[in-house]
Nanobody, 122 residues
């Protein structure tokens, strides 16, 4: 199993910054792609940024403002997926979810965190 726990959401004014983190526990070698998705009220969940095999992918909205990265604990038992968000806009207001794709013994399984709220307003 993979457990994902997000943190770092909050309220910020337009133009501000936030850093989201997602603690991923479980066998790290069973985790393939990881990413951040978001869902605004009344809208479908959408990709924000994704990290897979060392390559990054960003939505058009996130490109140039957001940066995704992943840090590994020294013992390899945990990792943290980060999302640095700069120049935030009201349209960035949403519930942000951490995502992990299972591989090997967890192949084909998708894992989601519980979400962390980001609110951008003046």
């Amino acid at each position: 199993q993979v457990q994902l726990v997000e943190s770092g959401g909050g309220s910020v004014q337009p133009g501000g910054s936030l850093r989201l983190s997602c603690a991923a526990s479980g066998r790290q070698t069973n985790i393939g792609a990881m990413g951040w998705y978001r869902q605004a009220p009344g809208k479908e969940r959408e990709l924000v940024a994704r990290l897979e095999d060392g390559f990054t992918r960003y939505s058009d909205s996130a490109l140039g403002r957001f940066t995704i990265s992943r840090d590994f604990a020294t013992d390899g038992a945990k990792s943290t997926l980060n999302l640095e968000m700069r120049n935030l806009k009201p349209d960035d207001t949403a519930l942000y979810y951490c995502y992990a794709r299972g591989v090997k013994s967890l192949r084909g399984r998708d894992f989601w965190g519980q979400g962390t709220q980001v609110a951008v307003s003046s």
